[in-house]
């Protein structure tokens, strides 16, 4: 295994793409931010995913961007890869699920942040530190941000630069729930497990809903596939029935 590389493991219905760069804290380098946009290509085509899980190597998430191609970052402003796989992994048609542990900083935050949900360990450590570098947030980053915790939070965390625990994380919609280190992938599974059970089709329609990227004629199609494929008959027979359900809908390959 390389030394910075993303790794994608399989798992029944879950895929688990892990940030490996242990001598770097997990730091995201520019290879590794092109590596991720094709390698969820990849997963999201594959009709036996489910859900999948990002985390970092070790003990770490990810404590950021590689910044040693400084004038590369600084020439590509928003149009910087790491935006670019930001807003691929923001765009994943399934739930994709930040499982964090210790430093989850920069471009970790980054990739966290356009993740469903972020499951964290309480010895998470969250922080934007472009203030500290005299950098500008890109304005898409700056903006989900904002729209996760809230204007004022994320204007202290981009004014300060400051770490927050994972405790005030929790507070402020950072993270969605913080448990003990060793109990993390326990949680994460059953919450994986619990996706992988519903109905593909709701769940798809729900995220392209709640992220507002379905128009009215998209909405209006979601709901002829209820019909067209039986999925709601399905479920609510399996409920009459007391057993589980056989949800058969797939999404279309993109």
């Known amino acids: 295994m390389a030394d910075a590389e993303l790794v994608v ?23 590794m931010w092109r590596q991720l946009p094709p390698l969820l290509d990849e997963v999201e085509a594959d009709p036996s995913v489910r859900a ?25 402003g928003d149009g910087s890869i790491a935006v670019a796989a930001e807003e691929r992994l923001a765009r994943f048609a399934k739930p994709t699920i930040a499982a964090v542990r210790g430093a989850c900083v920069g471009g970790g935050c980054q990739l966290a ?16 530190p472009p203030a500290r570098l005299g950098l500008v947030y890109p304005a898409p980053t700056t903006r989900r941000l904002a729209r996760l915790v ?60 709640i992220d507002d990227r379905a128009a009215p004629s998209r909405i209006a199609w979601w709901h002829r596939k209820v019909a067209e494929t039986g999925e709601a ?16 809908w797939t999404p279309p390959t993109p």
Do not use: W, Y
């Open 9 to 31: 493991e399989v798992s029944g219905p879950v895929a688990t793409v892990v940030i490996h760069n242990p001598p770097r804290r997990n730091a995201m380098t520019p290879a």
């Open 52 to 76: 999948l899980v990002l985390t970092g190597a070790g003990d770490t998430f990810c404590a950021g961007a590689d910044l040693t191609d400084l004038d590369e970052l600084l020439a590509a």
């Open 113 to 128: 942040v356009a993740c469903d949900l972020r499951i964290a360990a309480d010895d998470a450590r969250f922080g934007v």
């Open 150 to 209: 809230g204007p004022s939070a994320a204007k202290h965390l981009l004014f300060t630069a400051e770490l927050i625990d994972a405790e005030r994380a929790l507070r402020i919609g950072l993270a969605d729930e913080v448990l003990p280190g060793e109990g993390l992938a326990a949680r994460v599974a059953e919450i994986t497990a619990s996706i992988a059970q519903r109905s593909p089709l709701s769940v798809a329609a729900a995220k392209e809903i």
């Open 233 to 248: 008959r399905e479920g609510i027979t399996a409920v009459r029935e007391r057993r589980a359900p056989g949800f058969a």
